[in-house]
């Protein structure tokens, strides 16, 4: 018999309008491997980045299969919004200051410790090119000192929905085909090599996107929300890498302008 769990009204009234969402855009969902999220006990969710709605899939997707709650990472400047911050704080998701990020770091090491499912995004930002780009060392350093698993996690539709750098019509997120896949879970050491282990959690999440790429039932060839080397218009990985590089350089070079 499954724990248990304690009554958390924001969270469910999150679930039940993020159902009615999905289920109103006739989403057609595919999990594999769901059987890979423990029951029980703490676990880190490494998930790929292609677009906006990614943690709210993934929220949805497990607890359908699992009932089982996730705590995301997520930037301060959310929590800092009036009506988001209070729902994002009344879900218990887990706030992270870009530029002193050990408090939140302590926060999720102890929320997996008492059990919590978290949420990461370790690329660090979305993959415009719709491939999986170097990971953070986060998502590791987080299991091995908690001493829990860590889950790689891909999702392929979701980028149809909303993304970056593309504005996607309202008519076309409807009947959106939306894969999932959880792979098979790590179980970082303390002592293992986090760069090491952080490339193989890497090649795990492509491997997966791979496989969720190549099932899909949707002919991709030519659409933008397909990687260039499958036949879509996507950018490469270096035209998307080279695209966010500027767009920071400007962003740092107004902040600039703005403090003189």
């Known amino acids: 018999m499954k724990p248990r769990r304690a009554s958390e009204p924001i969270y469910s009234t999150a679930i039940v309008a993020g159902r009615a969402l999905f289920g109103g855009l006739r989403l057609k969902r595919s999990v594999t491997g769901a059987d890979n999220i423990p029951a029980t006990g703490g676990a880190v969710l490494a998930m790929t980045h292609f677009g906006y709605l990614e943690f709210a899939l993934v929220e949805w997707v497990t607890w359908l299969t699992t009932r089982r709650r996730v705590r995301f990472l997520a930037k301060q400047s959310v929590f800092d919004k009036p009506v988001v911050g ?27 410790r008492d059990g919590e499912i ?55 997120r409807f009947g959106v085909p939306v894969s999932f896949a959880f792979g098979t879970p790590l179980h970082p050491e303390p002592t293992a090599d986090v760069h090491a282990a952080t490339n193989e959690l890497r ?41 966010d590089a500027a767009r920071e350089a400007a962003r740092e070079a107004k902040r600039e302008a703005s403090a003189n």
Request: proline share 6%.
């Open 203 to 243: 090649q795990r999440m492509q491997q997966l996107v791979d496989g969720l790429q190549r099932d899909y039932p949707v002919d991709g060839t030519g659409q933008w929300w397909q990687p260039r080397h499958l036949g879509g218009t996507a950018p490469t990985p270096a035209e998307a890498a080279a695209a």
């Open 86 to 112: 209070w729902l994002m704080r009344g879900m218990r998701h887990i706030a992270v200051d870009m530029k002193a990020g050990a408090a939140a770091y302590a926060a999720a090491v102890q929320a997996l």
């Open 118 to 172: 978290i949420g990461v995004f370790p690329e660090a930002g979305v993959s415009a090119s719709f491939r999986v780009r170097d990971l953070k060392t986060g998502a590791v350093r987080l299991a091995a000192e908690a001493s829990v698993p860590v889950i790689p996690v891909a999702v392929w539709g979701g980028q149809r929905l909303m993304t970056k750098r593309h504005r996607v019509r309202f008519g076309e």
